[in-house]
């Protein structure tokens, strides 16, 4: 391993990904990225041969003899982790293995009972994912600037946890460590919580005539992309999390029973300021989540260019953005249905705006404020 310059070490070596989901393949295409060896292994032989074939490594059944992997990565299910996590601590005695299971304590556990030799494992987790599954959605760029949990047994060493944290380093990713207990905490509120809502508002939409579906904003697309989600997956994660998400489920239905109780009656005394305190809580807990790269709450601001429905325009559009020298947080696209433009909504951060949106309508772009 060498020294970063962000004060962590880079990989060296080959890295091993058993399990070439979404995942494990945004892992080997970013770590390919960087030049390093990677290898794959999937319980399925034809979701490794995607992997393969969208450039994530090579495969571990056609490897040299002599193959060693110095770090392997075990990213499939959950409910599968702890026992591929010893497997691989016995198959391959020089590596450090670790995996990126979305609940920690549970597999520690597990791991812990099999009697495993935890000087060289370390529990991680990528709080990056998508709604879809598989190595055809995987991106190399996934954890650019997103955080990275680093959840070290007492038992691992200190060469086995910089290995961990050199990988999601060389990912691009922002590393943090804490206790297997703690994340779990953690992510029952950020990343459990939001996925029931989400899934629980969807749900509402099965029987929904079309015509009332036809009206969807953004409001309805930001609540529920993530509804989207796997099944399977998902309840391996909730089940593996129950203990800490309970409590705040508990919390969420006495506020929905306080907000029944109010618009029973929306006109009675004090109704009104106790929706108000709702949105507003609301906008307190919203204006606490952190910005990209862990740094604080940054509001973007946002307009909108019109861009001709033809073949280029938005390549160029973004050209001319990386032109004017002003960093793109942020970019949805629409069409208008019917219509021959489309919309391009761009976020960026308030200072540069003015520049940009001046800069743009000077290049003859249709900008919309
Ligand atoms: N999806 C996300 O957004 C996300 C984000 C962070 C962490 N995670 C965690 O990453 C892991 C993988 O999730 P994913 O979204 O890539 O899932 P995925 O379904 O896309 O991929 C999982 C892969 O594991 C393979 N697999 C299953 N059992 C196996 C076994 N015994 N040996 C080898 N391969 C096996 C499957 O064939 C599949 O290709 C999970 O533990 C998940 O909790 C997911
Ligand atoms: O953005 C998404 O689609 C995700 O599903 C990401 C998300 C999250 O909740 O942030 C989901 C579960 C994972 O364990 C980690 C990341």
Not at 167 to 194: C, F, I, K, N
Not at 203 to 229: F, K, M
Not at 249 to 266: A, C, F, K, S, Y
Not at 268 to 297: C, F, S, T, W, Y
């Amino acid at each position: 391993m060498a020294e970063a310059a962000d004060g962590g070490t880079h990989l060296s070596g080959s890295v091993l990904i058993i399990g070439t989901g979404l995942l494990g393949t945004s892992i080997g295409l970013g770590l390919r990225a960087r030049g390093l060896d990677v290898v794959l292994s999937d319980l399925s032989p034809s979701t490794e041969a995607v992997a393969r074939d969208i450039g994530a490594g090579r495969l571990l059944r056609s490897v040299e003899a002599a193959f060693a992997p110095s770090l392997v990565v075990v990213a499939a299910p959950p409910d599968v982790t702890a026992s591929l996590a010893a497997a691989a601590l016995k198959d391959w005695p020089d590596a450090v293995v670790v995996d990126i299971a979305s609940v920690k304590s549970a597999v520690l556990t597990d791991l812990r009972s099999s009697g495993a030799d935890l000087s060289r494992y370390v529990g991680t987790h990528p709080m990056a994912g998508r709604e879809k599954s598989g190595p055809v959605a995987a991106r190399a760029e996934l954890f650019n600037g997103m955080p990275w949990v680093i959840c070290a047994p007492e038992e691992a060493t200190p060469n086995a946890v910089r290995r961990a944290e050199a990988m999601a380093y060389d990912l691009g990713a922002v590393v943090s460590r804490m206790s297997a207990e703690d994340h779990d905490a953690s992510v029952a509120l950020t990343s459990h919580l939001p996925q029931v809502m989400a899934s629980l508002v969807a749900s509402r939409l099965q029987e929904t005539p079309s015509q009332s579906l036809a009206l969807s904003g953004n409001g309805l697309r930001d609540v529920t992309r993530i509804a989207a989600s796997d099944p399977n997956l998902w309840v391996q994660i909730l089940s593996g999390n129950a203990g800490r998400l309970v409590p705040i489920l508990h919390g969420v239905r006495e506020d929905l029973n306080r907000l029944i109780r109010t618009l029973e009656d929306p006109v009675a005394d004090g109704a009104r300021l106790d929706m108000a305190q709702l949105i507003a809580e609301g906008n307190v807990g919203q204006a606490r989540i952190p910005g990209k790269h862990g740094g604080p709450a940054q509001s973007f601001v946002s307009f909108t260019v019109l861009v001709d429905d033809t073949p280029g325009q938005i390549a160029r559009l973004l050209t001319e953005i990386g032109e004017i020298g002003v960093n793109l947080e942020d970019l949805r696209l629409e069409h208008s249905s019917g219509r021959q433009v489309g919309r391009a909504e761009i976020s960026v951060l308030p200072g540069r705006v003015n520049d940009l949106v001046s800069e743009l309508s000077a290049r003859g772009w249709k900008v919309v404020q």
